[in-house]
Antibody, heavy 119, light 110 residues
Framework: QLQLQESGPGLVKPSETLSLSCTVS??????????WGWIRQPPGKGLEWIGT???????YYNPSLKSRITISIDMSQNQFSLKMTSLTAADTAVYYC???????????WGQGTLVTVSS | QSALTQPASVSGSPGQSITISCTGG?????????VAWYQQHPGKAPRVVIH???LRPSGVSDRFSGSKSGNTASLTISGLQAEDEADYYC??????????FGSGTKVTVL
């Protein structure tokens, strides 16, 4: 049974950088036809796709966030990460990591981690 | 990129069928058969109920069905049950090799 677990700070100050990791267990992150993604959901609002990475290092980003985000992968740790710079209150959200089955649908999700941007 | 358009809310009585629409454009839904639907209960992570327009993952009730016509995808829930009350989101692959979600629909079982 594949499991994904997000980890990172729950509180970040405005203008600072957010770093989140997603640890994958029960399966390999280097599965050829699968991708690994980040999705967020502001409190009371809808889902927003952040970006996706393949184990080869290919990345795909939401154009509206592209200038502020970097997604990377660490196969030795079986985890992938999200870095987001210049945070504002608008970045307050539950951040989910998930596995893309290869045709743009996410079957396995982490439980989500709430990140609050506040001084 | 703009979110796909969904109705804010849809309701139905137990046993009835409801349909949720998801409207995009020629660069997403209209161009690809990579439409998925997610169910999300309060405080929980989303769960996929339909992928690739009309395919159901293992373990998902056959009361959920999906379809697509032009730039609009649809999710139908038949035999509505109390447990179906949740938020539903569509999603699609896009021509710019990105991914976009719908605005979300709250389903209420009367």
């Amino acid at each position: 049974q594949l499991q994904l677990q997000e980890s990172g700070p729950g509180l970040v100050k405005p203008s600072e950088t957010l770093s989140l990791s997603c640890t994958v267990s029960g399966g390999s992150i280097s599965t050829p036809k699968k991708y690994w993604g980040w999705i967020r959901q502001p409190p009371g609002k809808g889902l927003e796709w952040i970006g996706t990475i393949h184990y080869t290092g290919d990345t795909y980003y939401n154009p509206s966030l592209k200038s502020r985000i970097t997604i990377s992968i660490d196969m030795s740790q079986n985890q992938f990460s999200l870095k987001m710079t210049s945070l504002t209150a608008a970045d307050t959200a539950v951040y989910y990591c998930a596995k893309d089955e290869g045709t743009s649908w996410y079957h396995d999700w982490g439980q989500g981690t709430l990140v609050t941007v506040s001084s | 990129q703009s979110a796909l358009t969904q109705p804010a809310s849809v309701s139905g009585s137990p046993g009835q069928s409801i349909t949720i629409s998801c409207t995009g454009g020629s660069s997403d839904i209209g161009a690809y058969n990579n439409v998925a639907w997610y169910q999300q209960h309060p405080g929980k992570a989303p769960r996929v109920v339909i992928h690739d327009v009309s395919l159901r993952p293992s373990g998902v009730s056959d009361r959920f069905s999906g379809s697509k016509s032009g730039n609009t995808a649809s999710l139908t829930i038949s035999g509505l049950q109390a447990e179906d009350e949740a938020d539903y989101y569509c999603s699609s692959f896009t021509r710019s090799t990105t991914h976009v979600f719908g605005s979300g629909t709250k389903v209420t079982v009367l």
